[in-house]
């Protein structure tokens, strides 16, 4: 039988099943318990006890391209969502640029089709798919989840929000609320969650639902309450550099990571925590302990919505897949952001150590220092925006009871989060449609990986290009090569580096002088599959980006 047959088969072997995506906002490769982190996921680890853990998964390293291509089962490039909407505040007013942050109509994504075939459709959290045109109230809003196939929104708009005063639309409107004091977005978008599956199964509601649950953590601003980061305080005083070695190793332990790994040194410009003063010690580690504190809390939240399911014996007929939608995330440099988000801080560590129970408070909108993201990274080089696999590659974990040959088995094949959504139509008995409303659709770039759910053998994706910003990667079975781009030079100077991923999983060794007939290969690919899926000629990023500024942190040696 070949592997799509075995995928149908399973897709038929019951009635349509739940489904439910939970994605995660920034959390790096090794910063759930599952996948080697001292920071406590017992719920999401629950997940992959009996589900599978997919250790070579790939986003589009930044997050609306990610969720573009996550919900339409298409490249970035090819649904206009290279990046994220925002940079067009900073470019030249341009209507045509504004249009290229607008999913187009012939892309249906996966909750029009699931919709389409009598599933009722939620999003939950974070959207961030708009176009900055329809941001405010009253401008028209094509682009809101309402009108890209879900029945119900209740979330945020844009990036990010704040955890305890959100900036809350819900379908397609914002609302205001009074918040109580004890308020955090997490356990309400899980309160929302709750409600929404409680109120589906009253009476004889024997439809199927699909819930994309994308909640705020663990972006910026870093906010929970105090008792869930005061037990990692202790944790974290022993610094970056320690715990970026005891997850390693750890890691190591576990199997998510071949035992040969490399551990690359620390990113250039990183400082070393044994270089810190005693306040900045005491605060970065601070910093850090609020963001374990605030995953643990969404955590609780994800566990209080699986309990739900149990209790309502819907967890038999439930496909979750959990993911993160890019590395962790450097955007607040080497100091930190303190008392507001993408601006510099002005703060010496001794005044912000003289307010550092405010950290994580309603008084602060925080992010903490940039080392601790290559940490969070563990053992992959650079984080979020990058196209080393620091930034792309995050942890993702696929769950459906009674079709899991091997409960909490790790797959390794290749799997890009393109190929997520035809993988959800599959188990839902169905495809993409090719023409809707009588308009031919884009070609679907992802496939199923539906026949890994029995077998460890079956194949993985074997390509797929990267381009973010001017900065370019192209995998190619175990061969993968990346290319940082020097602003405001031609695309054909910059140096391209080759790493073996099969005896280098962490892209420690540049094998491009040793190998450059497979290094001209893969550029050639590369090039092969941007006419594919790419818009035309590369441009030159925006002149910010080109600049180093802490949201994308794009320069190479700085």
């Known amino acids: 039988m070949s592997a799509n047959s075995v995928g149908r088969a399973l897709a038929r072997s019951v009635s349509p099943p739940n489904i439910i995506t939970i994605v995660l906002d920034d959390v790096g490769y090794s910063d759930l318990g599952c996948f080697g982190s001292e920071i406590r996921t017992p719920s999401i680890d629950r997940l992959a006890a009996s589900g599978l853990r997919y250790v070579h998964f790939d986003t589009k390293a930044i997050c609306s391209s990610t969720r573009a291509a996550l919900l339409t089962g298409r490249n970035s490039h090819s649904v206009n969502m290279p990046a994220v909407p925002d940079?067009?505040?900073?470019?030249?007013?341009?209507?045509?640029?504004?249009?290229?942050?607008?999913?187009?109509?012939?892309?249906?994504?996966?909750?029009?089709?699931?919709?389409?075939?009598?599933?009722?459709?939620?999003?939950?959290?974070?959207?961030?798919?708009?176009?900055?045109?329809?941001?405010?109230?009253?401008?028209?809003?094509?682009?809101?989840p309402c009108q890209r196939g879900f029945d119900y929104f209740y979330g945020f708009a844009r990036g990010w929000t704040d955890q305890y005063k959100p900036d809350l639309v819900e379908n397609n409107h914002y609302i205001k609320r009074d918040f109580p004091e004890d308020y955090h977005l997490s356990a309400d978008l899980a309160d929302r969650a709750i409600s929404l599956?409680?109120?589906?199964?009253?009476?004889?509601?024997?439809?199927?639902?699909?819930?994309?649950?994308?909640?705020g953590t663990a972006h910026s601003p870093i906010q929970v309450a105090r008792e869930y980061s005061a037990p990692y305080d202790?944790?974290?005083?022993?610094?970056?550099?320690?715990?970026?070695?005891?997850?390693?190793?750890?890691?190591?332990?576990?199997?998510?990571?071949?035992?040969g790994?490399?551990?690359?040194?620390?990113?250039?410009?990183?400082?070393?925590?044994?270089?810190?003063?005693e306040d900045e010690k005491v605060v970065f580690a601070r910093y850090m302990a609020v963001y374990a504190g605030f995953i643990e809390h969404c955590d609780q939240q994800i566990g209080r919505v699986l309990d739900t399911l149990k209790a309502r014996g819907l967890d038999r007929n439930t496909l979750i897949v959990l993911l993160s939608d890019n590395g962790a995330a450097a955007e607040a440099g080497q100091k930190g952001d303190f008392d507001g988000l993408y601006r510099p801080n002005v703060l010496t560590p001794a005044e912000?150590?003289?307010?550092?129970?405010?950290?994580?408070?309603?008084?602060?909108?925080?992010?903490?220092?940039?080392?601790?993201?290559?940490?969070?990274?563990?053992?992959?080089?650079?984080?979020?925006?990058?196209?080393?696999?620091?930034?792309?590659?995050?942890?993702?974990?696929?769950?459906?009871?009674?079709?899991?040959?091997?409960?909490?088995?790790?797959?390794?094949?290749?799997?890009?989060?393109?190929?997520?959504?035809?993988?959800?139509a599959e188990a839902a008995g169905t495809r993409f449609d090719m023409v809707v409303d009588g308009v031919e659709q884009l070609p679907i770039a992802g496939r199923s990986f539906l026949p890994m759910l029995r077998s460890a053998k079956a194949p993985g994706r074997d390509v797929q290009y990267f381009e973010l910003l001017g900065n370019r990667a192209i995998t190619s079975g175990r061969w993968?090569?990346?290319?940082?781009?020097?602003?405001?030079?031609?695309?054909?100077q910059d140096r391209w580096e080759l790493y073996d991923l099969a005896s280098d999983f962490s892209e420690s060794r540049d094998l491009a002088a040793l190998y450059p007939g497979k290094l001209a290969e893969l550029k050639a690919l590369w090039a092969s599959e941007w006419n594919k899926y790419g818009t035309g000629p590369l441009a030159q990023p925006p002149a910010f980006v080109c600049a180093g500024p802490l949201m994308f942190d794009h320069a190479a040696n700085d």
């Open 87 to 144: 940079i067009t505040t900073v470019l030249p007013k341009d209507p045509a640029a504004a249009k290229q942050f607008d999913v187009p109509h012939n892309a249906q994504n996966i909750a029009q089709l699931l919709k389409s075939r009598g599933y009722a459709t939620w999003a939950l959290g974070k959207w961030h798919l708009i176009p900055m045109s329809q941001i405010p109230q009253e401008a028209p809003k094509d682009s809101w």
């Open 197 to 215: 599956i409680n109120t589906h199964m009253s009476g004889s509601r024997t439809t199927p639902f699909y819930m994309n649950l994308a909640f």
């Open 234 to 259: 202790a944790v974290y005083a022993k610094g970056w550099d320690a715990i970026r070695e005891e997850r390693f190793e750890r890691m190591k332990r576990m199997g998510i990571i071949p035992a």
């Open 261 to 277: 790994t490399m551990l690359p040194p620390r990113a250039k410009g990183d400082r070393a925590w044994q270089d810190l003063s």
């Open 352 to 424: 912000q150590r003289a307010r550092i129970d405010e950290l994580g408070t309603a008084k602060l909108q925080s992010e903490y220092p940039r080392p601790w993201a290559m940490a969070g990274t563990t053992p992959l080089q650079r984080y979020k925006a990058w196209p080393y696999s620091g930034g792309a590659r995050t942890p993702m974990i696929f769950n459906w009871p009674g079709h899991i040959a091997e409960p909490g088995a790790i797959r390794r094949q290749f799997v890009d989060v393109i190929d997520i959504a035809p993988t959800l």
């Open 480 to 492: 993968r090569a990346i290319a940082m781009h020097d602003c405001g030079q031609p695309y054909e």
